[in-house]
């Protein structure tokens, strides 16, 4: 397991900025096995893996002096910051997005010892979610869901009423449904007082309302994928020693599913406008955001075991995002991820 050291000197100005969640308490958990696992982290320090090979275009690679590859050959620093958030639909709506702003704006902790330290005034660099799921494996989820939020949260609160727009072709078929039924008319009962009992009246039970995104992500796709390559990180895991943890395309339709397609949204949501018009091959920045489903506590992994897997996802994805420090007048495009 890494160490995990306190940042007590302060924040490297060059450091990657990390965001863990973990979710408050709910139902049967007085405090949630995400935020237990989480909450270890909150001001410290990782560092990175030095690069292997320079990935550096080649138009550039004339301009890489001695002094500039001892730079981008240093371990990078990455500073941990961590937040609980409370199992409410209405709480990930208000913290979420402001999770990436640019400077991000979080909110105040009930406890000052987990006090955030002031944000990077562009933004993380990395956004890590985790909440708790069922007995078993840790599960990295892929895919965030837009609608089909059916369950209450902690507070007996369901999640907003989504109207979807109709489907043309299906409302066309009912329709026809319709006008066949009135000119067949009514069907003719075959038992009535002197035959045996009458057909009992159907009455038409309407579907529950749609619940999820609605006003404000309607630009957003009814699914949103993380950038981050998952497959690659769960062979890392498995050849680092975890071999409980395995991918997964269905976050829950719950909470945990709620803030990774907001946390998802709002990343693409905060495109710089310039970026949006690059070329094709050159696709817009984003945050990476990941979510992560972790068991309740020794069922079958301890909390000190899944604090040590959040801790290696975080090194291996900042370790693809290495941005170290620059001399001036040398500017150089860090590796793509």
Same mark, same amino acid.
């Given at each position: 397991m890494p160490p995990v050291v306190p940042a007590t000197d302060g924040i490297d100005p060059n450091a990657l900025r990390v965001l863990i969640t973990g979710f408050g308490p709910f139902d049967k958990y007085k405090e949630n096995p995400s935020w237990l696992a989480v909450k270890p982290l909150h001001n410290t320090i990782l560092y990175t893996d030095p690069p292997t090979d320079l990935l550096v275009?080649?138009?550039?690679?004339?301009?890489?002096?001695?002094?500039?590859?001892?730079?981008?050959?240093?371990?990078?620093?990455?500073h941990i910051s961590t937040l609980e958030v409370p199992v409410s639909y209405q709480a990930v709506l208000s913290i979420t997005p402001g999770l990436h702003?640019?400077?991000?704006v979080l909110p105040r902790?009930?406890?000052?010892?987990?006090?955030?330290?002031?944000?990077?005034?562009n933004g993380y660099d990395f956004i890590?979610?985790?909440?708790?799921?069922?007995r078993g494996p840790l599960r990295i989820e892929r895919l965030g869901h837009k609608n089909g939020y059916r369950m209450k949260d902690? &507070?007996?609160?369901?999640?907003?009423?989504?109207?979807?727009?109709?489907d043309p072709i299906g409302d066309t078929a009912e329709a026809e449904l319709q006008r066949m039924e009135r000119m067949l008319g009514p069907p003719h009962a075959l038992h009535g007082p002197n035959h045996g009992p009458e057909v009992p009246e159907v009455v038409d039970i309407p579907p529950p309302p749609n619940r999820g995104f609605g006003k404000g992500y309607e630009q957003f796709a009814d699914e949103l994928s993380t950038d981050v390559d998952v497959p690659k990180l769960i062979v890392h895991l498995k050849e680092s020693g975890i071999d409980q943890v395995?991918?997964?395309? &269905?976050?829950?339709?719950?909470?945990?599913?709620?803030?990774?397609?907001?946390?998802?949204?709002?990343?693409r949501r905060g495109i710089l406008p310039q970026e949006k018009f690059k070329e094709r091959s050159t696709p817009p920045k984003t945050t990476p955001v990941l979510f992560l489903h972790v068991p309740p506590v020794d069922q079958p992994l301890s909390t000190e075991q899944v604090t040590d897997a959040i801790?290696?996802?975080?090194?291996?994805?900042?370790?693809?995002?290495h941005h170290p420090p620059r001399p001036e007048g040398h500017p150089v495009t860090p590796p793509a991820c």
């Amino acid at each position: 397991m890494p160490p995990v050291v306190p940042a007590t000197d302060g924040i490297d100005p060059n450091a990657l900025r990390v965001l863990i969640t973990g979710f408050g308490p709910f139902d049967k958990y007085k405090e949630n096995p995400s935020w237990l696992a989480v909450k270890p982290l909150h001001n410290t320090i990782l560092y990175t893996d030095p690069p292997t090979d320079l990935l550096v275009p080649s138009d550039q690679a004339a301009m890489i002096t001695d002094e500039m590859e001892e730079f981008l050959r240093r371990p990078q620093q990455i500073h941990i910051s961590t937040l609980e958030v409370p199992v409410s639909y209405q709480a990930v709506l208000s913290i979420t997005p402001g999770l990436h702003g640019r400077p991000p704006v979080l909110p105040r902790p009930n406890d000052p010892a987990l006090a955030v330290p002031p944000p990077p005034a562009n933004g993380y660099d990395f956004i890590f979610h985790v909440g708790v799921a069922g007995r078993g494996p840790l599960r990295i989820e892929r895919l965030g869901h837009k609608n089909g939020y059916r369950m209450k949260d902690k &507070d007996g609160e369901y999640a907003p009423i989504v109207h979807l727009p109709k489907d043309p072709i299906g409302d066309t078929a009912e329709a026809e449904l319709q006008r066949m039924e009135r000119m067949l008319g009514p069907p003719h009962a075959l038992h009535g007082p002197n035959h045996g009992p009458e057909v009992p009246e159907v009455v038409d039970i309407p579907p529950p309302p749609n619940r999820g995104f609605g006003k404000g992500y309607e630009q957003f796709a009814d699914e949103l994928s993380t950038d981050v390559d998952v497959p690659k990180l769960i062979v890392h895991l498995k050849e680092s020693g975890i071999d409980q943890v395995y991918s997964s395309m &269905d976050a829950g339709h719950y909470l945990c599913d709620f803030i990774f397609y907001c946390s998802l949204a709002e990343s693409r949501r905060g495109i710089l406008p310039q970026e949006k018009f690059k070329e094709r091959s050159t696709p817009p920045k984003t945050t990476p955001v990941l979510f992560l489903h972790v068991p309740p506590v020794d069922q079958p992994l301890s909390t000190e075991q899944v604090t040590d897997a959040i801790q290696r996802i975080v090194l291996w994805v900042c370790g693809r995002l290495h941005h170290p420090p620059r001399p001036e007048g040398h500017p150089v495009t860090p590796p793509a991820c």
